[in-house]
């Protein structure tokens, strides 16, 4: 329905919303990256306006993209409401446009709401702008959709029209139903002659299937209906039960005496054990007080895990005299941390009698990148090169809410491979094949002033049906302690292709990482085989990456971009426990409003949803989600197949302490 409230989803909460009553239909995506803060990207179809000419659009309504958010100013207590503020349709076109504060009290089954809306929600101008106290400038607020598109406009913010809001809400919890009643001040017929507005009331039922489904009714304006459904998850916890470590038993006094005269006898069980739990040796070496190991998994999500349980097996099976176990933790050909475990107070610890807090003080954290054990140690397992290794599996492209239809999409058959040469040199190969697709519909030409570096995006999918995404060569190492480097070259990406590196220092003490990446590109031709268009160019950035408290984690990359326009992005997430993650971010460059075209600046959200939370064992990988609102050349950033950053954000100190929970587990 239309009046907000000051209600909140938990933390680490996604929902889908769609929702239609005549002329409008919402979808929208609604995330709580904070308990005290929602965000919403709305996507609105209004049926009684077209897109364009018909000659152009169809008989396609006019689409129209808007981002709300909304944050909690009071919690709610035994005698204090719960208030909240929000703006909708922030930096959009204005259609939308509304402020609110309102406030929430729950009193028996009753949910009571009551505030005040400005612009959309103030249309009914039954009291006075409380602000013009403080300017005049208050008064005045400038017609919906005459702002320019993309830009925050702050001025406008809590001024013109206002009026009280409110609504009553109740819960009958044993029928899983939840009745609403509001007072609806959008006035919608004053808006637009389309719309008649019989009464001001709505009133609505919410009915849930579950926790995190329901489907609702509402009757509004006195003659229309409203059908709308939630679809809401929580990724704060993991609520499918994993796995225990499993059992491994310790050697008997006969089987430790053979290790002393044939150390292969310990590698041999070490290996055998690990694969058990999906850990492969990468290198071990069996000293007299103790044990060094490097390991790798594409099981676990979380490197501490993966040490524990490496950790569990070493002691288990390791001589009496050994005290001290390292594990070497790698992700792909990189060493990235070294955890020396004090073993008495390991197995202490696993069986109850300690913490993994008091295990964390006396356990040491280091690095030692540039020498890994893989080139030293007494047991280095043969590795016949070269590997093969391939996955297949069916994927989409699409285009969503375009002037031609709602939705052009394509079904097709995704096959990627990787031939790894040797340690560090790999050649990735993706190839997609089409099963299906609509892209013939597409009417819909850049007229961009600038390089069409990412505009002609209608282009690539109509004629690369068949493509070679990527067809890449790279070359990874680590130079000096704590500085990792790479180097690609052929078919970076669907829109260019080229060579150049990229340099990483991570301090492995410290919250803060630095980055510089440069590349000479070629944009690749529209079928994406093995020809090439006109436009080169070269592209960097410097980068700086910090982890704030609270599991906040910032990006700013500061260089050129494709278009040969100059600027910098901003990239603020939050990572929670479980490893799921939400973002924004938004690049400005150099380029004017006028030749950035429609939206002013590049922007968008992401989220991200380990795949471990839909299993009942340990998986590594995620699903995500990003969205550009609009695809524009400017501020646009050559694709990385294997950016450092994401092979080593998550491996300083500060990291390994965050996720050490996991050690004992």
Known sequence: MEIPNARFMEEASLRLNFSSSYPYEYTSLTATPFSWMEA???????????????????????????????????????????????????????????????????????????????????????????????????????????????????????????????????????????????????NQDEVTSDISVRSRLNFGASYFLSDSFNV??????????????????????DTIKKPKPKNVLKLNRKQLERYKEDSNIFYRSLNRSLRDESIYIQAADLKENEVDIAVASSRFYSFTRLAGR?????????????????????????????????????????????????????????????????????????????????????GLKHQIGGPEAFYLGQLYWRTDTTLKITRGLSLYTTLGFDIYNNFNQFN?????????????????????????????????????????????IGYLEEMFGGFGGEVLYRPFNKSIEYGLSVHRVKQRDYDQRFSFRDYETTTGHISLYYDFSDKVAGTLQAGKYLAGDKGVTIDLSRRFET??????????????????????????????????????????????????????????????????????GDSNRETFSRDWRDFLN
Do not use: C
């Open 40 to 186: 919403t990207y709305r996507y609105t179809e209004l049926k009684n306006i077209l897109y364009g000419p018909a000659i152009y659009s169809g008989n396609q309504s006019l689409k129209d993209k808007g981002f709300d958010l909304k944050f909690r100013l009071i919690r709610e207590g035994a005698y204090i409401p719960s208030i909240a503020l929000g703006l909708r349709d922030l930096a959009g076109t204005g259609l939308f446009s509304s402020e609110y504060i309102v406030a929430t009290k729950n009193i028996s089954n009753f949910d009571l709401s009551l505030g005040m809306g400005w612009g959309g929600l103030g249309m009914a101008n039954n009291i006075s702008n409380p602000f013009v106290s403080f300017h005049e400038s208050f008064k005045i607020r400038e017609d919906a959709g005459k702002v320019e598109a993309g830009l925050f406009n702050p001025k406008e913010w809590f001024s013109g029209k206002t009026a009280l809001i409110g609504g009553i809400e109740y819960d009958l919890k044993k029928y899983g139903l939840r009745l609403k009643l509001e007072y609806d001040t959008t």
């Open 216 to 237: 609702s009714a509402a009757f509004e304006r006195g003659d229309q209906f409203r059908v709308s459904f939630n679809l809401k998850g929580n990724f704060l916890r």
């Open 310 to 394: 490496t950790a569990r097996i070493v002691s288990a099976l390791s001589p009496d005299e050994v005290e001290k176990i390292n594990i070497h933790s790698m992700n792909g050909d990189f060493e990235i941390a070294v955890i020396s475990v004090d073993r008495k107070e390991f197995d202490d610890s696993d069986k109850g009698f300690g913490s993994s807090n008091e295990l964390l003080r006396k356990t040491k954290l280091s690095s030692d990148s540039d020498n890994p054990i893989y080139k030293s140690a007494d047991f280095q397992p043969t590795i016949n090169f070269p590997e093969f290794d391939w996955t297949m599996s069916p």
């Open 444 to 488: 819909n030409p850049s007229y961009s002033t600038i390089p069409h570096v990412r505009s002609d995006i209608q282009d690539y999918l109509k004629e690369g049906k068949n493509n070679i995404a990527r067809m890449q060569l790279e070359y990874m190492y680590s130079p000096k302690k704590d500085w990792f480097m790479r180097f690609d």
């Open 579 to 648: 490893g799921f993650t939400l973002g924004v971010f938004a690049t400005k460059t150099d380029l004017s409003a006028i030749e950035f075209g429609e939206g002013s600046f590049d922007k968008g959200f992401y989220f991200s949803i380990p795949t471990k939370l839909f299993y009942t064992d340990y998986r590594r990988g995620n699903i995500t989600f990003g969205l550009h609102p609009l695809t524009k050349d400017g501020g646009a950033i050559l694709m990385h197949h294997h950016p450092l950053h994401s092979l080593l």
